[in-house]
């Protein structure tokens, strides 16, 4: 959670609700998702979490649960792309 606050602080970004499914995506190894209430859709090609307040689609090839525990995800895999859903 310190490195989110630190990238909206960095960012003068306050007001983005801290109950909406945050991330960070590296490139050809994977993701790390926060504020995950639910794993709605899970394929190896498309994953969606659902936050309190919306979610998010995450697309790509090989995609896998390397963590879902405690309202965090690692997604492992080739993320071509993610968006927000609501």
Request: net charge positive; glycine share 16%.
């Amino acid at each position: 959670m310190g490195l989110f606050a630190e990238i909206k602080k960095s960012l003068g970004a306050e007001e983005i609700s801290v109950t909406r499914v945050q991330y960070s995506v590296i490139d050809g190894k994977g993701g790390y998702f926060t504020n995950v209430k639910k794993l709605l859709e899970f394929s190896e090609t498309k994953i969606v979490f659902q936050g309190r307040k919306g979610g998010v689609c995450v697309e790509g090839e090989r995609l896998r649960l390397g963590k879902y525990c405690m309202g965090d995800a690692v997604v492992l895999g080739d993320i071509s792309r993610v968006g927000r859903t609501e």
